[in-house]
């Protein structure tokens, strides 16, 4: 069983910023990729960005590519998502995931275990 904890979200101006960041339980961890999806109100979940097991390939959304920055400690069992030049648009539930695979992906149905999510409200 794989608990995963996101912390770090808030409420922040536009173009402001916020690191999330994501503790896995279990010894695992270094052995998947992580990603990170979000949910707007009234929107489907949306992938966000992704990280092969390694650290060495990432993946982002174009909504968020050259703002975003997903990055990993597997000492530290954490992931983390670096958001920068946010927007109103960002304003979202912010979920961290567990890959079922090493390598990267944009499919939610890839990830096997979910955290509970934390709120990021961005103002104008």
């Known amino acids: 069983q794989v608990q995963l904890v996101e912390s770090g979200g808030g409420l922040v101006q536009a173009g402001g910023s916020l690191r999330l960041s994501c503790a896995a339980s279990?010894?695992?961890?270094?052995?998947?990729?992580m990603g990170w999806f979000r949910q707007a109100p009234g929107k489907e979940r949306e992938f966000v960005a992704t990280?092969?097991?390694?650290?060495?390939?990432?993946y982002y959304a174009d909504s968020v590519k050259g703002r975003f920055t997903i990055s990993r400690d597997n000492a530290k069992n954490t992931v983390y998502l670096q958001m920068n030049s946010l927007k109103p648009e960002d304003t979202a539930v912010y979920y961290c995931?567990?890959?079922?695979?090493?390598?990267?992906?944009?499919?939610?149905?890839?990830?096997?275990?979910w955290g509970q999510g934390t709120q990021v409200t961005v103002s104008s």
């Open positions: 995931a567990k890959g079922a695979y090493s390598g990267i992906s944009i499919t939610e149905r890839e990830y096997d275990y």
């Open positions: 279990g010894r695992t961890f270094s052995s998947y990729a």
């Open positions: 990280i092969s097991r390694t650290g060495g390939s990432t």
